[in-house]
């Protein structure tokens, strides 16, 4: 979370989204649930060609299967970079985002759910991404946990 590519990115993306209301953020989000169904990537690819989501992907190769999932959000809830695409742009109305960067908590550990396309159990652990000198919020990251993975580790 502290790396600067990350900060640099988030920083960018909050400078970028400062003058977006709720309905601009409505839109993109239909746009990019549009695309995720159409395979037309204009919006998609945009946030998963950037260096962001390359880094985030090395990360998760790099896992062995222990993360399923790495996208990092700006404050407003909106995805920065991403190792796999979501379905919605928007994380703002979603538990991982209310309960990090809305509630200034340091992280959230969301409830195991069965991941059907991985057949495997899963959990999201989602942080704050502070600005390292101001130690203010600017955005958050979630990584999807293989909980089966995670276990044998520990063993």
């Known amino acids: 979370m ?21 309905s601009d953020i409505l839109k993109l989000d239909k746009q990019w649930r549009l695309e995720f ?33 790495i996208f990092v959000m700006d404050n407003k809830g909106l995805n920065i970079g991403q190792s796999d695409k979501t379905s919605d742009y928007w994380q703002g109305d979603e538990a991982k985002f209310q309960k990090t960067f809305q509630n200034k908590a340091s992280i959230f550990v969301d409830q195991i759910e069965y991941d059907e ?17 101001l130690q203010t919020p600017i955005g958050a990251l979630t990584v999807g946990v293989d909980l089966e993975k995670a276990l044998k580790r520990l063993k």
């Not at 159409?38 to 062995?64: A, D, G, T, V």
């Open 117 to 133: 396309s991985s057949i495997k159990f899963q959990v999201q652990i989602s942080f704050i991404i502070n600005d390292p000198i």
């Open 2 to 22: 502290n790396n600067p590519l990350i900060i640099n990115m988030v920083k960018s993306q909050n400078e970028q989204h400062k003058s977006l209301n709720q």
């Open 37 to 69: 169904k159409s395979e037309n990537y204009s919006l998609i690819e945009k946030i998963s060609s950037n260096s962001l989501s390359q880094f985030l992907k090395k990360i998760k190769i790099e896992s062995n299967g222990l993360y399923s999932e």
